[in-house]
């Protein structure tokens, strides 16, 4: 068979991200206990790549400000894998004195978001990211990449896809294991993720180190991450109930809600090792931490569609 979905995998990777990019970007700021409970959930819907923290500035991102805290208090069960952001060496002494085991870099395939998220220019973002990957490696933290605004800028409008090439290919080479293409404001279409995604392929040979981090603005989310996984891509994003948002790109909305992408998968026979029901119970665990309704589709439809009676 060829064509359209003639090749989807057996399984798949998610990396949950609700805990950092779903509540950088809300007004509240929740407890740690109020974190500690929505990630004991994520792990026990079964996901094992989480994203709980971010080492920033806590004067750019209050919301996150407790990150050491919280993963002390964090219990650690045995294949699960916390991360946290890191934007310069300050955050690599916060991630070491944290012990976790990965940290996330960051940095725009746009000058103008970049600036306005991190404050350097990319050129000086990558000086420092050749400085502070292999000093995270040394210290047995493995590090991931992201490159936001692939998908478009909020500022500057299109983005050529070579410029988020030339950066991807620079946090490669620096030592980062994976980097995940962030269509930041959600912005992107099935049409345009297709040619992205194949230059991307041209680029790298396969996608088996790339992930996609597409926020779910404008309702285009789970049809690019669809032609992203006939394409061969393999690891997605994704914020339990659709949280998420950056607070310096405007008109960012949530992430794809991982309910919706594991529904979908599942109903299509690509495993990813989650429970559906009790992922649906982190999103309700994320609500009532948030203090508010969440806009994922499966999390206000339920996990199933039988009604009894
Ligand atoms: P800056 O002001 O240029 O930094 O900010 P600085 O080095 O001049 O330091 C200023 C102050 O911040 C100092 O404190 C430092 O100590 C402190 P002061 O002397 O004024 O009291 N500081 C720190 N404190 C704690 N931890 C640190 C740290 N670094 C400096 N690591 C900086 C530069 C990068 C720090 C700032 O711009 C920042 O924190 N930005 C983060 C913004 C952010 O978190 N954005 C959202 C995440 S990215 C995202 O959501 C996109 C993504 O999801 C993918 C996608 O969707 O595309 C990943
Ligand atoms: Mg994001």
């Known amino acids: 068979m060829t064509g359209?979905?003639?090749?989807?995998?057996?399984?798949?990777?998610?990396?949950?991200?609700?805990?950092?990019?779903?509540?950088?970007?809300?007004?509240?700021?929740?407890?740690?206990?109020?974190?500690?409970?929505?990630?004991?959930?994520?792990?026990?819907?079964?996901?094992?790549?989480?994203?709980?923290?971010?080492?920033?500035?806590?004067?750019?991102?209050?919301?996150?400000?407790?990150?050491?805290?919280?993963?002390?208090?964090?219990?650690?069960?045995?294949?699960?894998?916390?991360?946290?952001?890191?934007?310069?060496?300050?955050?690599?002494?916060r991630a070491k004195s944290a012990r976790i085991e990965e940290i996330g870099v960051f940095l725009s395939a746009s000058e103008t978001h970049n600036k306005r998220n991190i404050n350097k220019t990319i050129a000086e973002t990558l000086a420092l990211f050749r400085e502070l990957v292999p000093a995270a490696l040394a210290n047995n933290i493995r590090v991931r990449g992201y490159v936001s605004t692939v998908w478009g800028c909020p500022y500057e409008g299109d983005v050529d896809p070579r410029r988020a090439i030339d950066v991807a290919a620079e946090l490669f080479k620096f030592g980062c294991y994976e980097v995940s293409l962030g269509d930041t404001i959600g912005a992107g279409t099935p049409l345009q993720t297709r040619s992205i995604l194949m230059l991307f392929k041209d680029a790298f040979g396969s996608f088996d180190r790339l992930a996609m981090h597409m926020h779910d603005t404008r309702g285009t989310a789970l049809a690019n991450c669809l032609v992203g996984l006939d394409l061969g891509v393999r690891t997605f994003d994704a914020a339990v109930g659709g949280m998420g948002g950056c607070p310096y790109a405007p008109g960012a909305a949530g992430n794809l809600a991982t309910e919706d992408l594991i529904?979908?998968?599942?109903?299509?026979?690509?495993?990813?090792?989650?429970?559906?029901?009790?992922?649906?119970?982190?999103?309700?665990?994320?609500?009532?931490?948030?203090?508010?309704?969440?806009?994922?589709?499966?999390?206000?439809?339920?996990?199933?569609?039988?009604r009894k009676g």
């Open 4 to 93: 359209l979905f003639s090749a989807l995998p057996k399984e798949v990777s998610v990396y949950e991200v609700s805990p950092r990019d779903g509540l950088q970007n809300e007004s509240v700021t929740v407890s740690t206990e109020g974190k500690v409970e929505l990630v004991n959930a994520l792990v026990d819907a079964g996901l094992q790549r989480i994203e709980v923290a971010s080492f920033v500035s806590p004067k750019w991102v209050p919301q996150l400000a407790d990150g050491e805290q919280l993963l002390h208090l964090l219990p650690r069960k045995a294949g699960v894998v916390f991360s946290a952001l890191c934007p310069n060496m300050q955050g690599l002494e």
């Open 263 to 306: 529904y979908m998968l599942d109903k299509m026979g690509v495993s990813t090792g989650i429970d559906l029901d009790k992922l649906w119970k982190a999103g309700k665990v994320a609500s009532s931490v948030v203090g508010r309704a969440l806009p994922g589709k499966v999390h206000q439809a339920g996990p199933g569609f039988v």
